[in-house]
């Protein structure tokens, strides 16, 4: 099991994780659920994952998309909201992995810049926290 969590940073109740270098696609996702979870274990509720470093990743099929979100929303178990940094390229058009987590009842959503990932995230309520003033 991949522990390389030195890419972790905290900053203002969010956890920001930039993973970098050449992963598998599963190793990738696996990284990802590292972090997810060692956010939960703790207590932290926003979780910024910038995915932009990994190298040479292929664009997941849907059925990736739909186990690597399965796999988050294990590890969030509910207790934390989520965004993704990703190209462009890497973004379904109709964002059917944060369609899917939502089902798995992980709230996350995908952005191509960090900017617009982080307002989504600033902005955005965590489930069972009363809302940010």
Known sequence: MLQKLDAIEYSDGVCQYRPRGKYSLVDAVDLISHAIAHCRDRGVT?????????????????????????????????????????????????????????????VCDVYPTESAAMKWLLDCPVPGVPPRS
């Open 46 to 106: 926003r979780l910024l994952i910038d995915a932009s470093g990994f190298e040479d990743l292929p664009i997941p099929s849907l059925v990736d998309r739909f186990l690597m979100v399965e796999d988050w929303a294990q590890a969030a178990n509910g207790t934390l909201v989520a965004v993704l940094v990703v190209p462009a390229q890497y973004i379904h058009p109709r964002k059917f992995g944060v369609k899917v987590a939502g089902s798995f009842g992980l």
